[in-house]
């Protein structure tokens, strides 16, 4: 992992220069997660090349920030993410769930600008069952075994997929986890979308619960130049659950939208 040192803190990365050609992608992963969510992505068979991985703060190697959930922690991401986009010179941003509205709002409130946008698992707002806040409160597991019921995180049964997840989300812990789950379900650009004017895709995992296909349709009917596409039998982390198709998917767009 490599680092980068803003407002006071470090951001840790990952980087696969893979051939040196092609716009650079840089991946933001979601509540809870880490770069390894996108293992697939940033690795030889990924979409983009070169390609980057970030943890944002308070998420695997990266120092974490002391702020409330909501905007403020959304503008600490969205930092975290300018600066490992700045170093690595990245050109796209592909952003799950939580990731997704960090890139809408790096779209929207930062000087620095993507040529193309993925967001996958998204909306223009991320509200959050009542049910799981509390219990990311006071009943941890609980509210893990409930983002691993069907076709919230993955539509398949496969433990292979579902013990990692796991793991990962007991490794960022509660209190950073609680935090991201809060800061989605404050997050509304809900009449702003307009504002962004990269190419945009909207991709959704066919089965996704906690993000539906409307949500998607929404985003691409708003957005100015907006896309919608669906990776069949795959819920909310199709990048993980059937990564394959993902990648295809964020090929064929980059190469229309960018040229290569």
Same mark, same amino acid.
């Given at each position: 992992?490599?680092t980068? *040192?803003h407002? #006071?803190?470090?951001? *840790?990365?990952?980087?696969?220069?893979?051939?040196? $050609?092609?716009?650079v992608?840089l991946y933001?992963h979601? $509540?809870?997660?880490?770069?390894?969510?996108?293992?697939h992505?940033? #690795?030889p068979?990924g979409?983009?090349? +070169?390609?980057?991985a970030l943890?944002?703060?308070?998420?695997?190697? $990266?120092?974490?920030v002391? %702020?409330? +959930?909501?905007s403020?922690t959304?503008? *600490?991401?969205a930092?975290?993410v300018?600066?490992?986009?700045?170093?690595?010179d990245?050109?796209?941003l592909?952003?799950?769930s939580?990731g /997704?509205?960090?890139?809408?709002?790096?779209?929207?409130?930062s000087?620095?600008? +993507?040529?193309?946008l993925?967001?996958?698992?998204?909306? *223009?707002?991320?509200p959050?069952?009542? #049910?799981?806040?509390?219990?990311?409160?006071?009943?941890?597991?609980?509210a893990?075994?409930?983002?691993h019921?069907?076709?919230?995180?993955?539509?398949? =049964?496969?433990e292979?997929?579902?013990?990692?997840?796991?793991?990962?989300?007991?490794?960022?812990? &509660?209190?950073?986890?609680?935090?991201?789950? &809060?800061?989605?379900?404050?997050f509304? @650009?809900?009449?702003?979308?307009?504002?962004?004017?990269?190419p945009?895709l909207?991709?959704c995992?066919?089965h996704?619960?906690? %993000?539906?296909?409307?949500?998607?349709?929404a985003?691409?009917?708003e957005?100015?130049?907006g896309e919608?596409?669906?990776v069949?039998?795959?819920?909310?982390l199709?990048?993980?659950?059937?990564?394959?198709?993902? =990648? &295809?998917? @964020?090929?064929g767009?980059?190469?229309?939208?960018? /040229?290569d």
């Open positions: 992992m490599e980068v *040192a407002h #006071g803190r470090t951001t *840790a990365y990952r980087k696969a220069p893979g051939d040196g $050609s092609g716009p992608a933001v979601g $509540s809870g997660g880490t770069h390894r969510l996108w293992s992505q940033y #690795g068979e979409p983009a090349h +070169p390609a980057v943890d944002l703060s308070g998420h695997g190697d $990266s120092e974490d002391s %702020t409330t +959930p909501g403020e959304l503008e *600490a991401y930092e975290d300018v600066a490992v986009a700045r170093v690595t990245a050109d796209v592909v952003g799950n939580l /997704g509205a960090i890139a809408q709002w790096v779209a929207l409130e000087d620095w600008q +993507p040529d193309a993925v967001l996958a698992g998204t909306g *223009a707002t991320l959050v069952f009542d #049910g799981l806040l509390a219990w990311l409160d006071d009943d941890f597991e609980r893990v075994d409930f983002l019921g069907r076709d919230r995180l993955f539509h398949a =049964n496969d292979s997929l579902r013990g990692p997840s796991r793991d990962q989300l007991r490794a960022v812990g &509660r209190r950073v986890t609680r935090r991201d789950f &809060r800061t989605c379900d404050q509304d @650009v809900t009449g702003r979308l307009s504002a962004i004017d990269a945009t909207a991709l995992g066919e996704d619960r906690l %993000t539906p296909r409307s949500d998607h349709e985003l691409a009917m957005l100015p130049q919608f596409a669906v069949a039998d795959a819920a909310h199709a990048m993980l659950e059937r990564p394959s198709a993902f =990648n &295809r998917a @964020v090929e767009f980059l190469g229309a939208v960018l /040229g």
